[in-house]
Nanobody, 119 residues
């Protein structure tokens, strides 16, 4: 089992910044990648960004490219999401996800952290 604890959400004005953290614990030895997803009220959960654990390759949703940066600290088993130039449409619950194997869906999910961007 893997446990994921997110932190760093909150209320920020449009144009501001937040940094989310996700600390993984438990059986984290086998990790292919970690990612952030988000879900806005009345909408489906959507992919935001992901990073592989060994090569640190990252990819982003088009809606956040150039504004968000995903990174990881292997020693701390933690992944971060730096969010800059925030927009009201970024308002959502942000979830951290852990994937053990490339060919499988994300195995474990965090509880989520609320990000609210006011206009």
């Amino acid at each position: 089992q893997v446990q994921l604890i997110e932190s760093g959400g909150g209320l920020v004005q449009a144009g501001g910044s937040l940094r989310l953290s996700c600390a993984a614990s438990g059986r984290t030895v086998r990790c292919y990648s970690m990612a952030w997803f988000r879900q806005a009220p009345g909408k489906e959960r959507e992919f935001v960004a992901a990073i592989t654990w060994t090569r640190s390759s990252s990819n982003y949703a088009d809606s956040v490219k150039g504004r968000f940066t995903i990174s990881r600290d292997n020693a701390k088993n933690t992944v971060y999401l730096q969010m800059d130039s925030l927009k009201p449409e970024d308002t959502a619950v942000y979830y951290c996800a852990f994937r053990s194997v490339q060919t499988r869906p994300y195995d474990y999910w965090g509880q989520g952290t609320q990000v609210t961007v006011s206009s």
